[in-house]
């Protein structure tokens, strides 16, 4: 096996979110200042709570994961970042009502330091939204210019070794991939052509790779899906990751479909609806940001199934998913499944599956696992795709030729494994008892 040299993560770690304003960038925030001030717990955060195990199962080693893999300690991270509106983040976090006020009220002198520098935005790409706070520029490259300068002034400014970009912004419109994103000189024309297909956040995602900086995108948006990015991240051995976080009902997804499919149940039919009350749910209430999210959601199912190898089982599944706008219930989602399956000789049988989640809440302890695994990715050396951290996506990226891998167990496998990896431990099989029996 490959010994892989991670440098040490000295220094401070910059984390530039865009979207610095909203609700999952700012419940992230907070939760991170509270669990650094000893008020809370990182729940939900893998890198902070969860064990790893290393060596046979009988050596009994289960270290916390934060205790053996070099990961940035939160301390050492500095928030910055963009938004369309220039309000402080405590005001912010005010507007959303995801915390209660007991909450956040400690951390108010830091949250009120936090203000977000001008946007990249384009209301042609976000309908539901106007912004106030945004820069002006003759081309996309000019304004993806202008980004660059901030992200070196954020770092000179609060003096960070390093530097980490994640897009919490709101979802863009469905954008299919075509002939500009295809190829980094054809993009990088475009860009200066101020060409339609070049979103706003492909300019973020372009600022970050020219300054080598890693890029992680928790929406649906293309932005680095593509080769033309994909050519640039490996041109700038940059890793990138993505898309779209996987929180809620495309995470049960993820753990049932597998359940069905080890257990060679069949599947008929999948409707899954959404209430959602936050400004997330306002801008999927437009039809282009939702085919956004809908290509992402519905992906999930037919890739794990696999009905080209189980046709009896899989090929004839009827699937919907419906997210509707319903202001009374803010963050709090709730999200009905039902499920049609059936088994032996065909009987039908069915799950009712009804979460009562909270988006910001399941979301932002991935968006800190997830600056501290790309920058740890970073370090390594690695560049482009980050085939480990799929388990945190929806939809996750994949190369062209390729299957994503969908499923959230084989999916944590693999992120422990490249963990083990790379402090040098060797990958769990779990063959240990099975080698015993040959002895
Ligand atoms: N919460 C979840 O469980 C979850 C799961 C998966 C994906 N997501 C995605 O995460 C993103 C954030 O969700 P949220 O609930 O915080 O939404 P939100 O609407 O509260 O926050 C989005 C923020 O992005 C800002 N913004 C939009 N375009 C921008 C631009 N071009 N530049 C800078 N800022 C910009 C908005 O002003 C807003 O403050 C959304 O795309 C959402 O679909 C959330």
Redesign the pocket.
Known sequence: MEKINVQTPSGKLGVLI??????????FIAGTYAVRKNLSKPIGSVTQMATIRLGQRNENRFPKIKDVVPLSGLDQIVFG?????DENVYD?IVR?EVLQHRDFEPLRAELMKLR?MK????QD??KR?H?TH?KTGATKWDLMEQLRKDIRDFKAANQCERLVMI??????IFLPMGEIHSDLAKFEQAMKDNHADIA??MI?AYAALAEKIPYIN????LTVDMPAMLQYADKQNVPVCGK?????QTMMKTVLAPMFKTRMLGLSGWFSTNILG???G???DDPGSFKT?EESKLSVIDTILQPELYPELYDDIYHKVRINYYPPRK?E?EAWDNIDIFGWMGYPMQLKINFLCR??I??APLCLDLVLLADLAQRCGFKGIQHWLSFYF?SPMHEMNQHPEHDLFIQSVKMKNTLRMIINEKPIDFLDETIDLFR
């Open positions: 865009v979207g610095l304003n909203g609700a999952v960038s700012s419940t970042g963009w938004d369309i509106q912010s959303a977000p946007a990249v935005f384009d790409y976000v939204l912004g945004v897009w919490c912004g709101s979802t863009e706003p956040s973020y928790g929406a649906p948006n779209d976080f996987k929180t809620g936050n400004r997330d306002e801008v999927l999210k963050d989602k988006d910001s399941l979301a929806k």
